[in-house]
């Protein structure tokens, strides 16, 4: 099974509401990342936060993450039909020399003008 | 800004063709990545490079070969292809640190018929 887990698997707002997309994973790590992909589109990195990091701030995203819950969550807010994408979590677990991230099967967020 | 791009965003080849993708990039990044997308798996590593002519397989490498002759570029071989390697295929740089922020091009989505 995957190391990061993105939950829920689709998710969808109205415009101007607060989005929350959750991250879990198994095993210890070095640093948490989230992504975006637009539709059909490549995958733009978003924030990178590190395991001795509790909280990251973005302009209009937030993420946190709790090592002890091996968790994190990305906060939108405000959200504009723009942020309509899939999330994705990639964790680089610290315990794996192969030097590679470990991605999740992402949160497909719909923004409803 | 980083520019990572694809030689093709979309590419219908047949059974049993000798398959090219390429990838370049454009910040003298260290690190270049393939990775396939493919919906409910997330993305799944192929092979990576850290350097001129070095490689290690990731996840997934069979039936794929790649190529790193120049730090820009980096090409994904399909030597046979086959229906089953039908999907959206990533490329993907970093600076140092493999497991740092990664940048990614467009996406080439191939349909093997």
């Known amino acids: 099974s995957q190391q990061g887990e993105e939950d829920p698997q689709a998710l969808s707002i109205q415009e101007g509401e607060n989005a929350t997309m959750n991250c879990s994973y198994k095993?210890?790590?070095?640093?948490l990342q989230w992504y975006r992909q637009n539709s059909g589109r490549g995958l733009v990195h978003l924030i990178l936060i590190r395991s001795n990091e509790r909280e990251k701030h973005s302009g209009r995203l937030r993420v946190t993450l709790d090592t002890s819950k091996k968790s994190s969550s990305l906060l939108i807010t405000a959200s504009r039909a723009a942020d309509t994408a899939s999330y994705f979590c990639a964790t680089d677990p610290s315990m794996d020399s192969s030097y590679k991230l470990i991605f999740g099967s992402g949160t497909r967020l719909l923004v409803r003008p | 800004d980083v520019k990572v791009t694809q030689s093709s965003r979309y590419l219908v080849k047949r059974t049993g063709e000798k398959v090219f993708l390429e990838c370049v990039q454009d910040?003298?990044?260290?690190?270049m990545f393939w990775y396939r997308q493919d919906p409910g798996l997330g993305l799944r590593l192929i092979y990576f490079?850290?350097?001129?002519?070095?490689?290690e397989k990731g996840d997934i490498p069979e039936g794929y070969s790649v190529s790193r002759e120049k730090k820009e570029r980096f090409s994904l071989i399909l030597e046979s292809a086959s229906t089953n390697q039908t999907s959206m295929y990533l490329c993907?740089?970093?600076?140092?640190?493999?497991?740092?922020?990664?940048?990614f091009g467009p996406g080439t989505r191939l349909t093997v018929t």
């Open positions: 490079s850290y350097d001129v002519k070095m490689k």
């Open positions: 993907a740089s970093s600076l140092f640190d493999p497991r740092d922020e990664q940048y």
């Open positions: 910040m003298d990044h260290e690190n």
């Open positions: 095993t210890s790590i070095n640093n």
